[in-house]
């Protein structure tokens, strides 16, 4: 944990001196809420968890940058049965992970920000499927569309602010609102 301390408190003189264009990264913990939709029949929605964001980006001092980033989630207890009574089909997702790569718009009055960004996502999702008394590992993936909206608060090169992703993937999709902190380089 002190080691974490550390590096924050680097990033944070370093921010100090930087300014709004060049290398930025950025952390994100998050509300996630996953979605089932139609897995062999099972469907469920609205479970919660907990998620994380970790990206790194290019800005190029006119508003547009670039960023590839990672978004993480696991443990959710979600579970969707199949309308069918015999045999129990039940689908219960267990972990979540996606990298994107997303052209970005960042529009700076002062010291607020608002961006934008909208890409690819390659995702991957574990998926514990139970029929009957036979339970099995499911891996499903794909490449679907992010789109996020983030804002918030910056200080010379730190930013601090809220945002919003969305993975719209097929089946498991998942939405993720939380806080946000970056640093550009």
Request: no cysteine; hydrophobic share 45%; charged share 15%.
């Amino acid at each position: 944990m002190r080691t974490w301390g550390v590096i924050l408190l680097a990033l944070w003189v370093h921010a100090a001196a930087a300014d709004h264009s060049g290398v930025r990264i950025g952390f994100g913990a998050s509300a996630s809420a996953i979605d089932l939709d139609d897995y062999n029949g099972a469907s469920a929605s609205g479970d919660a968890g907990m998620g994380v964001q970790l990206n790194v980006a290019y800005e190029f001092g006119n508003g547009f940058g670039a960023e590839l980033g990672w978004i993480g989630a696991d443990s959710f207890g979600l579970v969707g049965i199949a309308n069918v009574l015999i045999p129990v089909y039940e689908v219960t997702v267990d972990d979540y992970s996606a990298m994107y790569l997303a052209p970005t718009y960042t529009w700076n009055p002062g010291n607020w920000y608002v961006r934008g960004k909208l890409g690819l996502a390659d995702w991957k999702s574990e998926l514990i499927v139970r029929e009957n008394d036979d339970t099995t590992n499911v891996t499903v993936d794909g490449n679907d569309i992010v789109y996020s909206v983030e804002g918030g608060f910056n200080w010379k090169a730190m930013e601090l602010g809220l945002f919003y992703s969305d993975v719209q993937s097929d089946p498991v999709s998942i939405d993720n609102f939380g806080f946000s902190l970056g640093f550009r380089f």
